[in-house]
Every structure is written in structure tokens, then in C-alpha cells.
Nanobody
Framework: QVQLVESGGGLVQAGGSLRLSCAASGSIFSINAMGWYRQAPGKQRESVASITSGGVTNYADSVKGRFTISRDNAKNTVYLQMNSLKPEYTAVYYC?????????WGQGAQVTVSS
């Protein structure tokens, strides 16, 4: 099993920045891709960004150029740097990890952007 623990969420003013962290534990070997989803109130969960163990990244078009995903393999941790935040980015952000065709989710981190 893989457990994912997220941290770094909170309240930030519009235009500010925030960095989310997601630490993996348990059966961490052979974890390939990791990434982030978000779900705003009353809206569908959407993919934000992903990164492979080799550092290949993908971003949703809506966040490309503003968000940066990174990964520290030694710490089994993935990060999401979020810049130029807007109130509409308020959502619960979920970490996801893929290992041997299985997917694991974090508990979610609340990000609130005030106007």
C-alpha cells in the first residue's frame, strides 16, 4: 500500500503563492507518476499536473505557466508551486500516485484564495 500525506494548504490572498507538498510512504518502490487534482466547490474534480519519476511533467492548459510541479525522489515527495493565485482557484487539492497500475490518493489539502 501507498499512503500520501499532503501539506501546505491554507489561505492566501489573490496574486499570492503557495506550495503544496505530498509525501509518500509505505510501498514506495516502483512509484511512477505522481500528480495533483483539484475540486472546487460544486464542480468536477480536474487534473492539474503530473510528473514521472524521471521528471517528465504535464500540465492542464489552465495552469501552465503559473503552476510548477516538482519531485524529490530521495524524499518520496511531490510538490506543487502555485503562483498568481486567483479566487477561482479555491479548491481542495488532491495528490495522486501511480504504482503498478494502482492509483492512490491523498486526503486533500484545502486551498483558499481570498479576494
Amino acid at each position: 500500500q501507498v499512503q500520501l500525506v499532503e501539506s501546505g494548504g491554507g489561505l492566501v490572498q489573490a496574486g499570492g503563492s503557495l506550495r503544496l507538498s505530498c509525501a509518500a510512504s509505505g510501498s514506495i518502490f516502483s512509484i511512477n507518476a505522481m500528480g495533483w487534482y483539484r475540486q472546487a466547490p460544486g464542480k468536477q474534480r480536474e487534473s492539474v499536473a503530473s510528473i514521472t519519476s524521471g521528471g517528465v511533467t504535464n500540465y492542464a492548459d489552465s495552469v501552465k505557466g503559473r503552476f510548477t510541479i516538482s519531485r524529490d525522489n530521495a524524499k518520496n515527495t511531490v510538490y506543487l508551486q502555485m503562483n498568481s493565485l486567483k479566487p477561482e482557484y479555491t479548491a481542495v487539492y488532491y495528490c495522486i500516485a501511480e504504482r503498478r497500475w494502482n492509483h492512490y490518493w491523498g486526503q486533500g489539502a484545502q486551498v483558499t484564495v481570498s479576494s
